[in-house]
């Protein structure tokens, strides 16, 4: 079964523009969560989607917003980026959310922020 | 206080080695208790995966929860430079039906394992 794929791999831009990143989450997982790594925070959540909705949301600005395909597939977008928003963003899924069970990982999209 | 403490390392151990690897935590609401390994460049893979207290071995890797102490371990026996990684702890409280509960990640610990 293929894993959680993140599509790019890595994104240099510019301050102030805008980028979309793109997740494909196992198949048959339906819940899609996104993290944002850094070396000073470590891992820190962002949102949950589950059926097209956003099921919870991590205390990140406005900025940063996400949507869920009926195909579970997800985006997140970042608008305005700041030099701070270069990371590397990482997209999990999970059969449901409410379910027990672990996330799995993509190997993430590397932004930098120039 | 962070809900989520670990040690950042870097550890340094010889081949054949036990290593230990521990968090602590504040969230006593805190069920489930993972651990991750992460290599460079790649997004974190999921080694073990526990609930409550108690142990739980797979091959070289033992996990325990401890919740009365607020302290989770993860050992790795006959360490290989295979196992050379950034290993990090992740837990989350009662995940309820239809709601969600985000995880809450330590800052990982850099493992060097040296032949």
């Known amino acids: 079964k293929a894993g959680v794929t993140q599509t790019p791999r890595y994104l240099i831009k510019t301050r102030g523009q805008q980028v979309t990143l793109s997740c494909s989450p196992i198949s048959g997982h339906r819940s899609v969560s996104w993290y944002q790594q850094t070396p000073g925070q470590g891992l820190q959540f962002l949102f949950e989607y589950f059926s097209e909705t956003q099921r919870n949301k991590g205390n990140f600005p406005g900025r940063f917003s996400g949507r869920q395909f009926s195909n579970s597939r997800s985006e997140m977008n970042v608008s305005t980026l700041e030099l701070g928003d270069s990371a590397l963003y990482l997209c999990?899924?999970?059969?449901?959310?409410?379910?027990?069970?672990?996330?799995?990982f993509g190997n993430g999209t590397r932004l930098t922020v120039t | 206080q962070k809900e989520v403490e670990q040690d950042p390392g870097p550890l340094s151990v010889p081949e054949g080695a036990i290593v230990s690897l521990n968090c602590t935590y504040s969230?006593?609401?805190?069920?489930?208790f993972m651990w991750y390994r992460q290599y460079s460049r790649k997004g974190p893979e999921l080694l073990m995966y526990t609930y409550s207290s108690g142990n739980k071995e797979d091959g070289r890797f033992t996990a325990q929860v401890d919740k009365s102490s607020k302290y989770i371990s993860l050992f790795i026996r006959d360490s290989q430079p295979s196992d050379s990684a950034t290993y990090l702890c992740?837990?989350?409280?009662?995940?309820?039906?239809?709601?969600?509960?985000?995880?809450?990640f330590g800052k990982g610990t850099k493992l060097t394992v040296n032949p």
């Open positions: 969230n006593s609401a805190f069920q489930y």
């Open positions: 999990a899924s999970r059969v449901n959310p409410g379910q027990e069970g672990p996330l799995h």
């Open positions: 992740a837990m989350s409280s009662t995940i309820t039906q239809g709601g969600s509960e985000k995880l809450v």
